[in-house]
T-cell receptor
Framework: DTAVSQTPKYLVTQMGNDKSIKCEQN?????MYWYKQDSKKFLKIMFS???????INETVPNRFSPKSPDKAHLNLHINSLELGDSAVYFC?????????????FGSGTRLTVV | KQEVTQIPAALSVPEGENLVLNCSFT??????LQWFRQDPGKGLTSLLL?????REQTSGRLNASLDKSSGRSTLYIAASQPGDSATYLC?????????FGTGTRLLVSP
């Protein structure tokens, strides 16, 4: 069973469209994240949610809006897509607290804006 | 602000060699450090996690060390194989986020 699953795996869309990426984890983790990997393969955090509450918003444009309906899900909605949004978006999860066991990542969503 | 750097950026070795990948970070106030592997077009696979109180972790042919005081971690791969070819990323865990290094692209030729 996949621990952190993202859908879709690939997304090709035109500029100006609105799209969503979904993420689900079945690890019982309480914190979920979105990371962006740019064309130079550098990974950087976008958002983190703990128990459905936004903890980190790392200077991401307002066109990006995460939504966490429950601890196991964190979706990413992107409005008015731009060419520069083309990247691979990774969802991740972890269990917070003193016994910190590291992060588990999904397989990524490759977004191409044309 | 945490900055994580990995050296070398790329490495090409013949099969069977032992090799060391380096990771350095500027802020030693970390919870732990995690090494990942990323295959082309794929996600991240966690290799080793070293808690801030630990000095090293081992898994099979992989050994990772952590020296918080000097802001360094190394990933040692013994008897490298072509299947080890991938990009290796280190990441430091701070409050609610990982900060990733720039990665080392490894190619092991038969």
């Amino acid at each position: 069973d996949t621990a952190v699953s993202q859908t879709p795996k690939y997304l090709v869309t035109q500029m100006g469209n609105d799209k969503s990426i979904k993420c689900e984890q079945n690890l019982g983790h309480d914190t979920m994240y979105w990371y962006k990997q740019d064309s130079k393969k550098f990974l950087k955090i976008m958002f983190s949610y703990n128990n459905k509450e936004l903890i980190i918003n790392e200077t991401v444009p307002n066109r990006f809006s995460p939504k966490s309906p429950d601890k196991a899900h964190l979706n990413l909605h992107i409005n008015s897509l731009e060419l520069g949004d083309s990247a691979v978006y990774f969802c991740a999860s972890s269990l917070s607290g003193q016994n910190f066991y590291g992060y588990t990542f999904g397989s990524g969503t490759r977004l191409t804006v044309v | 602000k945490q900055e994580v750097t990995q050296i070398p950026a790329a490495l090409s070795v013949p099969e069977g060699e032992n090799l060391v990948l380096n990771c350095s970070f500027t802020d030693s106030a970390i919870y732990n450090l995690q090494w990942f592997r990323q295959d082309p077009g794929k996600g991240l696979t966690s290799l080793l996690l070293i808690q801030s109180s630990q000095r090293e972790q081992t898994s099979g042919r992989l050994n990772a060390s952590l020296d918080k005081s000097s802001g360094r971690s190394t990933l040692y791969i013994a008897a490298s194989q072509p299947g080890d070819s991938a990009t290796y990323l280190c990441a430091t865990a701070g409050f609610q986020k990982l900060v990733f290094g720039t990665g080392t692209r490894l190619l092991v030729s038969p």
